[in-house]
């Protein structure tokens, strides 16, 4: 039996997508029973992804506040895997001040992450960013405000490389400067630091194809059926070709080919149950293109794959068989594109 890359689950739904405009947040000690109570014929998640942001984490908690979030995941037989660094605050193509703290929340982000790896929970993993900017602020200079998120990052790479982590900027439609797969490679060209890569999201990426913000990079053609299935796999292989060598982290999630959003979130990839019938994708397989080569060879890079299921509704996440079904569906994706060790 395949036992990497190592599943987790994700803690963030909890927040993301909730608030005033929304259903109230699920606290983090929910999430983490959940996802410690999910098993599918003896299989368990191995572990977890957090966000770094109130109120689930305070992150300038004390050592031993982190160390007793590390003894409480670690005593649900989970580890820790990727962060998410909370740098909305600091646009990265903002004024000086606002990308001064852009950085600083990184550094802060990967001083958490390296306590907690001292602490033996955090085997693995990248600190995962974003631009903080919207595509329509951006698109008023595409040219200097990419130049600014580029510098930005190169800066909070600098800053990660001292406690030897990585940055993974999120694929997401809703990013300027990351909204479609040219601009990201772009972004990324501009970045030139050893420790930067993607982090591609099976929901969000997969409207990069869509041109979805950005129609001039559009994979699919206008005329598309769902039902083509052979069109969909050579965009999936057009798409992962060009952002495959770039990606560090992998979310496995469901798309029905929409956007949405909810609470203070803008309009995404929107992210479906793994069960659900209006899923556009083959889970288990289109993984695939991200986990293997051209060639189909395994390529190893992620040593964890994490589900992402963001704006679900309260009550289907506090329904112990959707992460049962989600767990189920993680399997199938270990079983497929896995290994043992």
């Not at 599943?7 to 963030?12: D, V």
């Not at 191995?46 to 670690?74: N, Q, W, Y």
């Not at 194809?209 to 052979?230: A, H, T, V």
């Not at 060879?297 to 589900?307: A, F, G, S, Y």
Request: with cysteine.
């Amino acid at each position: 039996m395949n036992n990497f890359p190592r599943l987790h689950n994700a803690t963030w739904p909890g927040i993301v997508g909730k608030g005033p405009d929304s259903e109230p947040v699920i606290s983090f000690d929910t999430m983490l029973e959940k996802t410690a109570a999910a098993e599918v014929n003896g299989v368990k998640f191995d572990g977890i992804d957090i966000g770094l942001f109130d109120p689930h984490i305070d992150l300038d908690m004390s050592d031993h506040g982190i160390k007793r979030l590390a003894e409480k995941v670690a005593g649900l037989n989970l580890n820790i895997g990727s962060l998410v660094a909370p740098i909305w605050g600091g646009p990265a193509m903002g004024s000086a001040a606002e990308r001064k703290t852009f950085v600083e929340m990184v550094r802060k982000s990967c001083e958490f992450g390296q306590k907690l790896k001292d602490l033996g929970v955090r085997p693995y993993g990248v600190v995962r960013i974003d631009s903080a900017s919207s595509v329509e602020t951006w698109s008023k200079d595409p040219v200097g405000n990419t130049k600014l998120i580029a510098q930005t990052f190169r800066e909070a790479c600098d800053v990660a490389a001292d406690f030897g982590e990585k940055l993974a900027a999120e694929g997401e439609i809703c990013w300027g400067g990351m909204h479609s797969w040219r601009a990201m490679i772009d972004t990324l060209e501009q970045v030139d630091r050893p420790n930067i890569g993607f982090q591609a999201d099976m929901s969000h990426t997969f409207l990069y194809m869509l041109g979805y913000n950005s129609p001039e990079d559009r994979i699919l053609p206008k005329d598309f059926q769902w039902s083509d299935r052979e069109a969909l796999t050579e965009g999936l292989k057009t798409l992962t070709k060009a952002l495959r060598p770039w990606t560090i982290d992998f979310h496995v999630a469901q798309n029905d080919g929409t956007v949405f959003g909810s609470g203070s979130h803008d309009k995404t990839g929107r992210h479906c149950l793994a069960t659900d019938p209006n899923g556009r994708l083959d889970i288990a397989k289109d993984a695939g293109h991200w986990l293997r080569d051209d060639k189909g060879e395994l390529t190893k890079v992620m040593r964890h794959i994490c589900w992402d299921g963001c704006m679900f509704p309260n009550a289907v996440m506090g329904n112990q068989q959707t992460w049962n079904d989600i767990l189920a569906a993680m399997i199938k994706v270990r079983e497929n594109h896995g290994w043992e060790e």
